[in-house]
């Protein structure tokens, strides 16, 4: 995601402790604690400015959600649609995803989505794609036993890649749609990239993960 940066990004996003988590690692094992109910807690990684989360956030007040961006001034864009919406289901993370298990206790998340991860094409940045194994051991650590991974992308080249990564790594492929608009999923929340991608044409993949065998 290319966004001008944001003056003052920063400062406003540590003006709302309510809904950017300043200090996550004292979170650790308390999230639902912190929402004041036992919902299971699911997370967005990457979640640009902010549609898919705030969205589905809305659609199922029954989960927490947390969602997570490395980038200030793309966070500043979700705080602000979260600042007019006042999800209390919602928190929001300035985070890399390489550092999650310092801000998550073993089995405490019970759904990871990754939308549209950017794909680094190029092998010497292999490390860098969001379904690297590195990545991978990281979320089967956060993730609950029975937990899951929504992946969905219009690269084909990262989809590809990220399927055997997937397989490589031991993990089940629960589910897998080619072209997911044309499939018989109902309930699909868009992202801002899903929108602009299928507007041009392009085929949306989707595959569900889990590390349960
Ligand atoms: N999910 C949004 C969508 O579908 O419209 C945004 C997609 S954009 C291509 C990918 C986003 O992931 C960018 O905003 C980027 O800053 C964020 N990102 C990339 N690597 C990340 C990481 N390691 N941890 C957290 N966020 C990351």
Do not use: C
Request: charged letters at 30%; proline letters at 4%.
């Amino acid at each position: 995601m290319r966004l001008r940066n944001r003056p003052g990004a920063m400062e406003k996003l540590t003006a709302h402790p309510e809904y950017v988590i300043q200090q996550p690692e004292t979170l650790k094992g308390k999230w639902r604690g912190n929402f004041n109910n036992d919902n299971p807690v699911h997370i967005e990684i990457g979640t640009g400015k902010g549609q898919f989360i705030i969205e589905t956030a809305k659609q199922n007040p029954h989960v927490n959600f947390v969602g997570i961006e490395l980038q200030t001034s793309v966070l500043l864009s979700v705080l602000e649609k979260q600042l007019e919406e006042e999800l209390p289901n919602l928190l929001l993370l300035q985070a890399d995803a390489a550092n999650l298990q310092e801000y998550f206790e073993e089995g405490e998340v019970g759904r990871i989505y990754l939308n549209f991860s950017d794909p680094w094409p190029k092998k010497r940045h292999e490390k860098r794609r969001l379904t690297y194994k590195t990545f991978l051991t990281t979320y089967e650590k956060v993730l609950a036993d029975d937990g899951e991974i929504i992946f969905k992308t219009d690269n084909q080249g990262l989809f590809e890649y990220s399927l055997v990564s997937f397989s490589e790594y031991g993990a089940k492929l629960e589910d897998v749609k080619l072209d997911l608009h044309h499939s018989d999923v109902e309930d699909n929340v868009m992202t801002e990239y899903e929108e602009k991608f299928s507007k041009k044409g392009n085929r949306i993949y989707r595959a569900i993960i889990g590390f349960e065998n």
